[in-house]
């Protein structure tokens, strides 16, 4: 992370934010990248950063699936919750 510090800088504060985000969400997966011992050290992170974003990605697609089918999750009644 430190080497993206002046890149870091540049951006604006929201999507400084985003990309604190992105690098913890590749931390968390220390143990693949580690296991992977990829040649380039970023190959091993951007793949832990896009697998972040397409466990969200499909959580929100699965979330908003029910929400559109009038399907409350939490009391597995068939009326959107409001």
């Known amino acids: 992370m430190e080497s993206w510090g002046k890149f870091r800088r540049g951006l604006r504060r929201e999507d400084q934010e985003a ?3 992105l690098f913890r969400a590749a931390r968390l997966q220390l143990a693949g990248s580690a296991y992977a011992a990829r040649p ?5 992170i ?3 950063m896009l697998l972040a974003q397409h466990r969200l990605i499909t959580d929100l697609a ?12 939490h009391t597995d009644d068939h009326r959107v919750a409001v």
């Open 46 to 48: 951007a793949m832990c």
């Open 40 to 44: 380039i050290p970023f190959e091993s």
């Open 62 to 73: 699965r979330r908003l699936k029910r929400l559109e089918e009038g399907y409350d999750e």
């Open 19 to 21: 990309l604190d985000d």
